[in-house]
């Protein structure tokens, strides 16, 4: 054993644009890091605005404030005599970098910015920043006034570079940069820096957790060193779910990891590393040694720091930790199976989702089938994860659920009497419906605790049939009863799209029943395969306020309620999963159903899932399609394969028009709000923009007062029309009830 170093890790639920919630995050993570013993601390991607303010960041605005956050963290004394790095946008000479910010005691030492964008999946990163190409190149970068003031220098390095400390070498990788075939670490490393940084903004995806835990320990196995990978963790305005997974890693082995789903907004993992162990690896490996004799050197910024003590056994390193599949403890690496990912990723997206919308509570129209009985498994997951944190201590959480049902001596002790607060649910009956939906929607409901009806909305349907019979003097007929396809589909809608209106009704009605403030949240319960076949009403399943299940495929769904059945004793979940998906948008016959989904859609959800599969993550067009499937398809005939393949892609194609609302809106004017087609912005905010309005608050301040020579100038000016005074008017967007059909 050498010398030790202690360093930190921090997972934290950011928020984009909440500078004020952000800043306080940071700072406790920076105070627990302290409290470990570390000696640096590291963060996520852009953690002091948050990832996700897309189009906000071409604001001077946001890089204002970040600046200004930057400002308070230097002079804060939790930040004195630690090494601390940040996640902010820098603009340097007129170009926009993600950048890390290093900083200790009150100078800036090194401004590092991002050298490979990530632009797949849902980032967009170089729409607004540029990579930095300027290998082992540094420039001097002007600090803002406000920044030198507290720093006393006017420039800073900006560039690729490392710190060199009294004791060791770090380097600096963001993100994307791990992932890229050219990996920053690799030259670093050969170039003998021992600490290799990484604040990530790295979301979740099914079956995706063991990726970075994989490219982490490849990344230290074969070239040694100390790998500090930093992740958010929540959801922070978007429609993604950071996954955490927080984690430092030596040699290939990984010494301590964060929890990947969590309610925490603040985790620091600390980890003890020792130097002489990363030098001894690396000078095992000898043709590692002959190809860093010849390396091209990184510029390095010297720093009068040490990160070990002057003892020789002052720490001992910690041990590296098992890799566990199952039955594994919070301090091991867990690999969760896809029923346990689905059971807490959108579960946490829900909460986050909920506290920082201000709203009561969610309305779920509950039909007794799949989709919807997960939809509603999801919110009893988020209040087990409640309730267990509260037990644990977590003050947040606890103040976030007193602020939610408005109580402020409420102590959440059982999951089933938090789901009843939280969560209002209803079957919409009509004349199509079984008794068998209706019996299965109120036994789960009754399982879960939710506060459940049932209505019958007959009278509503009629009576807009009875508007449209008043204009035409003509009754649409279904199609058993002899009408045209146009008067089937049209009698199946008018359902769906009632349900939407009442549902919205009662989200911002039951509360007030209740005798408890503000609205309900409306839960959308639209799969991922109805939204690639298109087979869903318009304005229906894809007008909710948020949809936890958007992502989900049909059979993750229910391979997800029967671990979910099993873990919390479900038994009503046992007949939901027995029942074949319907629509119940046609007339029954003798009582019994005649609609089936995959009937009606002309393939089965497992079909889907693999053409969804082919689509996009194959790159497959129809052609390549057919030629992968003619092979792999051995119970289907070529042409029954073809036909297939076709009927899919012209469905795609007939309905590609819903997708547009399965995210408002369609991009049509230059000043259209559709924010992920055109106008990228997150959909949460913080309604109090604390931060941003004490700044013009500020400036207020600072302007003459009224008599002065300025203000009458100004009085004498000439006038300006003002702007129409518009007033702000809350969403109104509807949920699914049941599967619905084409149009």
């Not at 290093?102 to 050298?115: D, E, G, H, Q, Y």
């Not at 720091?305 to 039955?327: G, M, Q, R, V, Y």
């Amino acid at each position: 054993m050498g010398r030790t170093a202690t360093v930190a890790v921090c997972t934290l639920n950011q928020w984009a644009m909440d500078f004020e919630g952000n800043l306080k995050r940071i700072l406790l993570s920076i105070q627990q890091a302290k409290e470990a013993g570390a000696r640096y601390r590291s963060g996520p991607e852009l953690e002091i605005c948050g990832y996700n303010c897309e189009d906000h960041f071409y604001e001077s605005d946001t890089l204002l404030h970040c600046w200004e956050v930057l400002a308070v963290l230097l002079k804060s004394p939790e930040c004195e005599d630690m090494l601390v790095d940040v996640g902010m946008p820098v603009m340097h000479r007129n170009v926009t970098y993600n950048c890390r910010i290093a900083f200790l005691n009150r100078r800036i030492l090194l401004i590092r910015p991002k050298m490979a964008m990530c632009d797949n999946g849902n980032y967009r990163e170089s729409r607004w920043f540029s990579p930095w190409s300027k290998e082992r190149t540094v420039e001097e970068h002007f600090l803002p006034r406000m920044i030198a003031q507290i720093t006393s220098q006017q420039t800073v390095h900006i560039g690729d570079a490392v710190i060199a400390t009294h004791d060791t070498c770090i380097g600096f990788e963001i993100c994307e940069e791990l992932w890229n075939p050219s990996s920053n670490h690799i030259p670093m490393a050969l170039d003998g820096v021992e600490i290799i940084s990484n604040g990530s903004g790295s979301y979740f995806e099914l079956r995706k957790a063991y990726v970075t835990v994989d490219l982490v320990k490849s990344a230290t196995y074969k070239s040694g060193g100390c790998y500090m990978f930093s992740n958010m963790r929540g959801c922070d305005g978007a429609r993604v779910y950071f996954n955490g997974g927080s984690s430092i890693t030596v040699n290939g082995q990984v010494l301590s990891r964060s929890k990947q789903f969590g309610l925490a907004e603040v985790e620091v993992t600390v980890a003890t590393v020792d130097l002489e162990d990363i030098r001894s690896y690396r000078n095992s490996i000898r043709s590692r040694t002959f190809t860093a004799s010849k390396t091209n050197p990184y510029p390095r910024i010297k720093v009068d720091f040490a990160l070990t003590s002057d003892s020789l056994i002052f720490n001992a390193p910690d041990a590296p930790i098992n890799l566990k599949d199952d039955e594994a403890e919070e301090s091991k690496i867990i690999y969760y199976t896809p029923e346990e990912e689905i059971s807490m990723a959108p579960a946490c997206w829900l909460w986050d989702y909920l506290r920082r919308s201000c709203q009561g509570g969610f309305f779920l129209p509950l039909s007794g089938g799949v989709d919807s009985s997960a939809t509603a498994c999801l919110v009893y997951s988020m209040c087990c994860m409640i309730v267990e944190s509260v037990q644990k201590g977590d003050v947040q959480v606890l103040m976030d659920i007193r602020k939610i049902v408005g109580d402020p001596e409420y102590v959440p002790t059982d999951p089933k009497q938090l789901c009843n607060t939280l969560l209002v649910t209803c079957y919409m009956a009509t004349e199509n419906s079984s008794t068998e939906t209706k019996s299965r929607a109120a036994d789960l409901a009754s399982q879960l605790g939710a506060c459940h009806h049932s209505v019958i909305i007959d009278t509503a349907i009629s009576a807009i049939l009875g508007i449209f019979y008043q204009v035409t003097k003509l009754k649409p007929r279904f199609k058993v009863q002899g009408g045209s396809p146009r008067e089937n589909l049209a009698l199946q809608n008018i359902q769906a799209r009632i349900r939407m209106v009442i549902a919205y009704l009662f989200a911002q009605l039951m509360l007030w029943v209740r005798g408890r403030p503000g609205g309900l949240l409306v839960l959308g319960s639209g799969n991922v395969d109805e939204a690639l076949r298109g087979y869903f009403t318009k304005y229906d399943c894809s007008s909710a306020d948020i949809n936890p299940i958007g992502g989900i495929a049909k059979n993750d769904l229910k391979s997800f309620l029967i671990f979910f059945r099993k873990k919390y004793n479900l038994p009503a979940i046992d007949q939901i999963l027995e029942a074949q998906p319907t629509a119940e948008l046609e007339p029954l016959q003798a009582g019994q159903l005649v609609q089936l989904d995959e009937i009606d859609m002309g393939m089965t959800y497992v079909e889907l899932g693999i053409f969804g599969r082919l689509r996009k993550q194959n790159c497959a067009g129809p052609l390549s399609m057919f030629c992968q499937l003619v092979h792999t398809w051995n119970h289907l005939s070529p042409k029954e394969v073809a036909d297939k393949v076709k009927h899919f892609y012209r469905c795609y194609a007939i309905n590609r028009h819903k997708m547009t609302i399965l995210t408002p809106s369609c991009h049509a004017e230059t000043y259209s709000p559709d924010d992920n087609r055109f106008d990228h912005r997150q959909f949460l905010y913080n309604h109090t923009w604390k931060w941003q309005f004490n700044a013009i608050d500020e400036q207020l301040q600072q302007l003459p007062s009224e008599g002065s020579s300025s203000s009458k100038s100004r009085k004498n000016a000439p006038k300006v029309p003002a702007k129409p005074r518009v007033i702000p008017m809350s969403s109104v967007v509807s949920t699914k009830t049941h599967p619905g059909v084409v149009v």
